[in-house]
């Protein structure tokens, strides 16, 4: 999987445990309130068949959780809504075309790109280049057979509506599509252009991440994910440190609730110095990283 996906859908891929496996970590944190707990899931918010079930520690948590917290609240989101909003941030209405955003030269690296990646760029042409990045990932994760119904916010919402426990989301639908359309031309250029350059190499790369997802190998995320953030300062700061230190201030709130909370956001926020359980550790919380128990065969 390439590096952007991670950032313009703030998720990880993940994969289900495999029959004999050794006792190892996952990508999920119990931060230790006054008289109750708030789990920390990195969110996969697409999987294929072959995924499930998730973990079983994942599982623990959702039953002992209260309240459950994504990043949108997702069972009040409204998918007529939702696309509508996609179209007013990213479907250019005003003669403009993304060629004319991209500039003759990097269109014309673009376009080459998505040729090899039997990919019609034309057919975008009334995109923003964020939009346009966001749908080519789309079209790449789906011929590998990856699908958001099977992501775990879907899984987690449905189980939630079927057990009558709340959701709460951190952010409306249009408030994140506006730190992606907020985002200086400069920024979505790159964006658009390293998602094409690396579209060749996503069948290599998914298993790799996938395995230190499912593993909670939290030192490959951060080589792999924070060290290819590092040339795209603004993407970084809007998308993943800003949100984080917002969320950490709310969920800071909770820990002196009675509820136990399970929040579920992509696992891009979850790693790193400035990632959420670091944030909190450094405000004195304690903070400890969850583990798959072994299973015999």
């Known amino acids: 999987m390439t590096r952007v996906l991670s950032v313009l859908l703030l998720c990880l891929l993940g994969s289900a445990a495999a029959a004999g496996e050794q006792d190892h970590p996952v990508t999920l944190w119990r931060v230790a309130?006054?008289?109750n707990s708030v789990y920390l899931l990195g969110s996969i918010h697409l999987l294929r068949e072959k995924d499930h079930p998730l973990p079983t520690v994942i599982d623990e948590a959702y039953v002992d959780a209260e309240v459950i917290v994504m990043e949108l609240d997702m069972d009040d989101l409204d998918p007529v809504y939702a696309q509508a909003a996609f179209n007013r941030a990213g479907v250019l209405t005003d003669g403009t075309t993304l060629k004319d955003l991209m500039g003759d030269d990097a269109y014309a690296q673009a376009d080459s790109a998505a040729t090899a990646l039997d990919i019609p760029l034309d057919m975008l042409d009334q995109s923003e280049p964020w939009l346009a990045a966001m749908t080519i990932e789309l079209?790449?994760?789906?011929?590998f057979g990856f699908n958001p119904e099977l992501g775990v916010e879907i899984v987690m919402t449905q189980r939630a509506v079927a057990d009558g426990k709340p959701i709460e989301g951190f952010e409306t639908i249009d408030e994140q599509l506006s730190f992606l359309d907020g985002l200086p031309i400069?920024?979505?250029?790159?964006?658009?252009?390293q998602v094409l350059n690396e579209g060749a190499t996503m069948s290599e790369s998914i298993d790799d991440l996938v395995a230190a997802w499912h593993h909670g190998d939290t030192a490959a995320l951060e080589e792999v994910?924070?060290?290819s953030m590092a040339d795209q300062e603004d993407l970084s700061d809007v998308l993943i440190s800003q949100r984080n230190r917002r969320w950490t201030d709310r969920i800071a709130t909770w820990l002196d609730d009675d509820n136990d909370y399970l929040v579920v956001v992509g696992a891009l926020h979850l790693i790193g110095d400035e990632g959420v359980p670091a944030l909190l550790d450094a405000r004195g919380f304690g903070i400890q990283q969850l583990r798959e128990p072994a299973r015999l065969r």
């Open 33 to 35: 309130g006054e008289a």
């Open 139 to 143: 079209m790449m994760l789906y011929r």
């Open 186 to 193: 400069e920024a979505q250029r790159e964006m658009l252009l």
């Open 225 to 227: 994910l924070l060290s």
